[in-house]
């Protein structure tokens, strides 16, 4: 399937049926729907870019480049998740099944479990152990189309722990390919030595000279902050946003998914790359997004997984938001770790049309991880992240869910996974 040339830079993806051309992000409103299909299609990519798109019989003779056949199948950029609790340790089933007893998420919460539970283990894990346990999760993801995962600490509740973290997501890029972008996730839950000390923990946690540290050291780019009924306060959540500013970090936040209490409306204010869940947001929360250009980032898994109403995403849309889609894969409300499902969850369940979830899991998803001028699309000088799938069209994928449709995934140039030729 691949004519290898040794010392090659430049390899030509060629006989590829459909090229689904995703425009660079954030794309909003009608323009997620409008994705270029280039039929009959080759893809050239020299030192590990786009260098040319375009009709397979028009395509660049490139001297002593190498080739690879798309066999017909549709070719899409590299799927990118673009909120995950990637590391965590820990089983939590036990949860899973008192949920379906009856039991509610805050009460479980409530009585020592959910966040606190999963902080107990990483606390107890060293940096090694954590890589261990994520390496496979990752494996998977890329065997899913994902070239590009959103990683968060928030289970250390305590600087070291949450250092701890970050270092295990510095840790598992060095070890695969997927491209990592790391979050300090500076306020989960409270910890249980914290109890009505919220304040206190806010300080401890948006400590300049740590937020400094993490900025410094490259551990981070994100802070992220969960505003909610049951979490954090807007005043809180706002605190910890200057800081994190100030020491050079930019703005995430877990915003409106058990209740309206604002934290859309700050997301805006503070001009957060991303505001994600979004379950409860009203008209204002939209605005404010809006205007400041924030990405919605809805996670359909994490209401699936709950049984609990999801957010309306269709109504983002038509307000001309650009949204983005990511799995929230986490071990307390969310244990789904493949994106192409999550994918089908808002074909079915949020209305979205193919192209708009193919667009948020792409080019908007870069939006919301401020990697948008490299990366989530198909345009020359972009990172030749492909993913080859064994489909004719988009609809054919989402009319089929739960079938393994990824052949091949390209990061970077580099042919990172091939689905054995049997069927699995
Ligand atoms: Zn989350």
């Not at 899913?144 to 070291?160: D, F, H, I």
């Not at 949204?323 to 894969?329: E, I, K, N, Q």
């Amino acid at each position: 399937m691949t004519a290898r040339r040794p010392g090659s830079n430049s390899l030509l993806l060629e006989q590829i049926g459909t090229l689904l051309a995703v425009p660079p992000g954030p794309l909003a409103g009608p323009r997620m729907r409008q994705v270029p299909a280039i039929h009959d299609a080759a893809v050239l990519i020299r030192d590990g870019r786009i260098a040319w798109f375009g009709p397979g019989d028009q395509a660049p003779l490139d001297e002593g480049s190498d080739t690879l056949s798309a066999g017909g199948g549709c070719v899409i950029p590299g799927l990118i998740d673009p909120h995950t609790h990637i590391p965590f340790i820990g089983d939590r089933s036990g949860e899973f099944i008192r949920r379906l007893a009856g039991e509610s998420y805050l009460s479980i919460m409530q009585a020592g479990g959910g966040i606190r539970a999963t902080a107990r283990a990483v606390r107890n894990a060293t940096l090694d152990e954590l890589v261990t346990a994520n390496l496979p999760r990752l494996q998977r993801m890329l065997q899913n189309g994902v070239t590009r995962v959103e990683c968060k600490s928030g289970y250390g509740l305590a600087p070291e722990h949450e250092l701890k973290q970050l270092e295990a997501i510095r840790e598992l890029a060095r070890r695969q390919p997927i491209d990592l972008e790391a979050t300090y996730l500076a306020a989960h839950t409270l910890p249980e030595e914290y109890e009505g000390r919220a304040d206190e923990f806010i300080e401890l946690m948006a400590d300049p000279r740590l937020l400094s540290d993490i900025a410094a050291r490259g551990l981070a780019r994100f802070c992220d902050v969960f505003c909610d009924r049951g979490a954090f306060t807007v005043e809180q959540a706002r605190r910890l946003m200057e800081r994190a500013i100030a020491a050079g970090l930019r703005l995430k936040v877990h915003a409106d998914e058990l209740a309206q209490i604002g934290a859309s409306h700050l997301a805006g204010q503070m001009q957060a790359v991303s505001a994600d869940h979004l379950e409860c947001i009203d008209q204002a929360g939209i605005m404010a997004l809006k205007a400041a250009g924030t990405i919605a980032v809805v996670l359909p898994g994490t209401s699936f997984y709950l049984g609990i109403p999801h957010c309306d995403a269709r109504r983002l849309i038509e307000a001309g938001l650009p949204v983005a889609l990511a799995t929230d894969f986490n071990p307390g409300s969310c244990m789904i770790e493949s994106l192409p499902w999550i994918m089908n969850i808002a074909c079915c369940q949020l209305r979205m049309l193919p192209n708009e979830v193919l667009t948020a899991c792409t080019a908007n998803a870069a939006a919301a991880l401020a990697v948008h001028r490299r990366a989530g699309a198909i345009e020359v000088g972009f990172d030749a992240d492909l993913v080859v799938l064994d489909v004719t069209s988009l609809d054919e994928w989402f009319y089929t869910p739960g079938r393994p449709r990824v052949r091949l995934v390209i990061k970077a140039g580099q042919v990172v996974f091939r689905r054995p030729e049997h069927p699995v």
